[in-house]
Each structure stands twice: as C-alpha cells, then as structure tokens.
C-alpha cells in the first residue's frame, strides 16, 4: 500500500471585503484540523485566498490588479506556508497570479511537506465571456481577466506518488484527465468556484449542478483509474451562490467522501495509490487498448464540425 491521507479543505464564502489576512487565517484553522485528523496533503479551493471576483465587472486594470498576487508565497500567505512546514502537511491552493512581465493566470501551486512549491499549473480551460452579458443573471468574466494556461498538464512524483493538477471548469473536460493519465497519474487535485445556478439557464439550479459536479469528477476518475480529489469555495459570497459538494472519488469512480455543508469543512481520506495498479493494468491499460490512429481530430480540430 502507498497511502496519502488526503485532507479536502473545502471552503465557505469570502467576501469582497474580506481581507487576504483573514482568509490566510481561516485556512490555517482547516491546516491544523486536516493535522489533527492525520492529513499528508491538504487541497484548497481555486482562487482560495480572495472571492470569486470573475463575477464583478471591471473596466479598470488596477482594480483587477488588486485581486492578483505578484509573488507566492507573499507577506500575507507566508503564515499558512509557515504552519504547513511546521505540520509537515503538502499543500495545493488556487490564486490569481500575475507575472513580472504582466500575464494573469488562474493558477494552482503544490508545495511538498518542508513548504517549498514543487509545482506550478495555469488553468487550460477558462469559462466565461469578455464582455459585460445582459442576457446572463450574473457575471463570470474569467475570459476577460485571465489567459489560457500556458504550462500543459503537468504531472509531479515529489509527494510520494504521481499527482497532477487542474481548476475548476478543467474538470467538465475529458482531455484534462486523459492527458494526465497518459503519464500516469495517480491523483488529480483540483479547486473550484461553481456559480449554484446556471447564468444563461435559471432553471438549471443547485440539484443539477451537483450532478454534473458528480458526474465529471468521477468519469475522470474511473477511466483513468485515479483518485479525484475536487475541493469547492462554496456558499453565498455578496449576494451569489456558490455550491459545496466537495467530493474525494477512488479510482473505481467511486465517491468515497463528500461534503455535506456550504462552509469551511475538512474531508479526510487515506488514498491508495496502489488501489490505481488494477484499472491501469486491465480494462484502462492504455498502451493495449487505445487506438490512436482514429483519434486525430482531438488534437486537429477545436469546435464540432457536422458532416455535409
Ligand atoms: N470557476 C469555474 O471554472 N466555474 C465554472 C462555471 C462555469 S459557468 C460559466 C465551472 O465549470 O464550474
């Protein structure tokens, strides 16, 4: 058995007013519960350390530079590196990071268990609009803040297993896990922010929502016989909802753990990397099974073309 114990550190709403400082503070109170209940890796949400400002129009660059870090770890976030080090506890969160050469990035880090980061990824699949939508109920602007990722799907071995990374919208696409399972990954980590209801579908709510949630995390877990450990920002934030369902799914696709709240909450699972070994060698081994040479369009052509 390889086992990390896995804490999914979902998170409750942060307000616009709501200072790093204090956020940093409420996730150091999820750290030392992730510890006390045994944690070797702890996953935050992504964009943990502010609200989800995609949802605010903004027509000035300043403003929008104010939800960005320059540097990881800064003065604010150092305590939460501080007590993981001290903990001994990896860690993955989600930031709006924006570059000395001026890129933003919706952006993830891995820190191993002595606080260093250890690895870096740019969220690939941004949802959203650039410009200001009348036809929606709410906002969600990411297309107009950030860029795509530029950095792939990484995998990393640092931790004690191979663990890869994505964010939020990331999650609804095949091509995340696949590319990851194709060098072997053994656990995806990924945050989000998903709005309760559907902006261009009002009756599209919560239910729904959650079943979607459900439904992609655990394909992408069972088809690539990974572990999937999907950690929300969850609850009202200024007056929009956001849904909890923070889930951890086993390679079998199963759930195996599952946030029952909208608030800060801590899930904790032993994960057996070697429970991966079986779909990898049988149903999923890939390099018996899959048939590239009909595979092609994938990668050659972006948006669906019907035949004449
Ligand atoms: N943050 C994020 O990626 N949220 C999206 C909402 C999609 S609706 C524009 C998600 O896929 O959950």
Redesign the pocket.
Known sequence: MRVINVAAAQMGPIQRADSREAVVARMIALLDEAKRKGADLIVYP?LALTT?F?RWYMEDQREVDAWFETTMPNAAVQPLFDRARQHSIAMNFGYAELTPDGHHFNTAIMTDRDGNIVGKYR?V????HVEYDTERSHQ?L?KRYFEPGDLGFPVWRNLGGIIGMA???D??WPETYRVMGLQGVEMVVLG????SV??QKPAEGVTQRLFH?RLSVQAGAYQNSCWVVAVAKAGVEDGHALFGGSLIVNPDGEIVAEAVTEGDEVLVVPCDLDATRFGKETIFDFARHRRIEHYGLITSRTGAVPPE
């Open positions: 992504e989800f995609p969220k699949h941004l949802p959203g969600h990411e964010i939020c919208n999650r609804r989000y922010n998903t709005p559907n902006a949630n």
